[in-house]
Each structure stands twice: as C-alpha cells, then as structure tokens.
C-alpha cells in the first residue's frame, strides 16, 4: 500500500460529519495524519488564513505534502486513487465508478439537505424551516434502507467509497431527534461499517433533553 511521504495534514471540525468522513477514510486506508482543529463556531473557516486553503471556507482541507484538497467527496476520491491501488474504494470499472459517484451525489445533497440539517438546526440551534428537510429525511432514509435490505454494502460486494460518504450523518441522525429504529438494514450496514479495521467514531454532540 502507498503511503505519504509525510503525514496527510486534515483541517477539519470534529463534529462535522464531513471532517469525519475523511478522517475515517485516511483511518481506513492506513495513512498516517495530522488532524488540525478549525474553530468553525468562531468563524476560523473565513478566516484570511483559511481561505488560503479552501477560497470556499468550508471544511474539510487536506495537505498531501504540498497537493491541498477541499470539499470531502473530492477527497475521498483522491485518497483513493492516490492510496488504494487495488481500486477497493474506488471501482474501475465505468459502471462501479459511476454507481459510487451517484451516492457522493446523494451524500453532499438529500442526505446533507435533510438528516445532516435537521442535526444541525437541533444539536448546534440553527434556526431553520425544517420542513422540507424532515421530508428529505424520510425520503432518503426510506431508500437508503430499501437498498440495503437487498445487499450489505451500497456497491458491490465490500465497502466502497459510496458507504464512507453516506454513513457519518447517517450514524449522527439520532442526534438530530431521528429514530433509526425503523430502518433495520440501516442499522445492520452501520455495524457493518463500524466492524471495519481502522474505524473511527466520530465524537458525539451533547444534545439537551
């Protein structure tokens, strides 16, 4: 396995499901890392500083000894092309690559748009109208747990990319007053992933009651 010439440096929120995505896949991969705390609640992420790294003042950022990339489905995807020769994460093959780029698509929309906001709006006290996004909710947990009932990853036979970017908002969803009772296969894929060698958690949010 590949490794870097020097540990990865990941910017990054601890709480942000986005940071742990990429924190879970350098975890998995085996790649050693710096973890560099951004102050999102204080703003750090518009700082002069920051925006150095990522002009859009998102996180999460990595260094790779000098390559920076932003945004956490790019950097899953780099990650594995750079580290994962096999093409674990990663197929291939057009119609495996193609299947793991629709649930990156799915991760950074319905499923940021709806589980991840409504976690938001309750753990941090965003103020928003959460309608439409407890629809989405629905809606794509819904699909996620009939997918699942049929198979043990998203694609293929194993874990690929597509489970990385779908699980940390998936597994934090409770936090945002949403029960993951009712959808079983979503659960079982959570302890799936969880079973994983190198797994990470990422850090609950003290939610009040």
Same mark, same amino acid.
């Given at each position: 396995?590949?490794?870097? !010439?020097?540990?990865?440096? =990941?910017?990054?929120?601890?709480?942000?499901?986005?940071?742990?995505?990429?924190?879970?896949?350098?975890?998995?991969?085996?790649?050693?890392?710096?973890?560099?705390?951004?102050?999102?609640?204080?703003? *750090?992420?518009?700082?002069?500083?920051?925006?150095?790294?990522?002009?859009?003042?998102?996180?999460?950022?990595?260094?790779?000894?000098? $390559?920076?990339?932003?945004?956490?489905?790019?950097?899953?995807?780099?990650? &594995?092309?750079?580290?994962?020769?096999?093409?674990?994460? #990663?197929? !291939?093959?057009?119609?495996?690559? &193609?299947?793991?780029?629709?649930?990156?698509? !799915?991760?950074?929309?319905?499923?940021?748009?709806?589980?991840? =906001?409504?976690?938001?709006?309750?753990?941090?006290?965003?103020?928003?109208?959460? *309608?439409?996004?407890?629809?989405? $909710?629905?809606?794509?947990?819904?699909? #996620?747990?009939?997918?699942?009932?049929?198979?043990? /990853?998203?694609?293929?036979?194993?874990? $690929?990319?597509?489970?990385?970017?779908? /699980?940390?908002?998936?597994?934090?969803?409770?936090?945002?007053?949403?029960?993951?009772?009712? /959808?079983?296969?979503?659960?079982?894929?959570?302890?799936?992933?969880?079973?994983?060698?190198?797994?990470?958690?990422?850090?609950?949010?003290?939610?009040?009651?």
């Amino acid at each position: 396995m590949p490794q870097p !010439a020097q540990p990865i440096l =990941l910017y990054g929120f601890k709480l942000s499901g986005h940071s742990h995505r990429a924190e879970l896949m350098l975890s998995l991969l085996g790649l050693p890392f710096e973890f560099r705390p951004v102050d999102l609640p204080a703003g *750090e992420q518009k700082g002069a500083d920051f925006l150095r790294l990522n002009s859009f003042g998102t996180v999460p950022v990595i260094d790779d000894a000098g $390559t920076v990339i932003a945004d956490s489905a790019a950097i899953l995807v780099y990650l &594995a092309l750079a580290y994962d020769p096999g093409r674990r994460w #990663l197929p !291939a093959d057009p119609a495996g690559a &193609a299947a793991v780029q629709r649930w990156l698509s !799915a991760a950074q929309g319905p499923l940021a748009n709806g589980p991840a =906001l409504v976690r938001f709006a309750k753990a941090f006290g965003g103020s928003f109208d959460l *309608e439409r996004p407890r629809q989405l $909710t629905d809606r794509i947990l819904t699909q #996620l747990d009939s997918h699942l009932a049929r198979r043990n /990853y998203l694609v293929g036979e194993g874990p $690929t990319l597509a489970d990385i970017a779908m /699980y940390s908002y998936v597994a934090a969803a409770p936090e945002g007053g949403i029960a993951l009772k009712p /959808y079983g296969a979503i659960r079982a894929w959570l302890e799936r992933i969880e079973a994983l060698p190198g797994f990470v958690p990422m850090p609950k949010v003290a939610v009040a009651s």
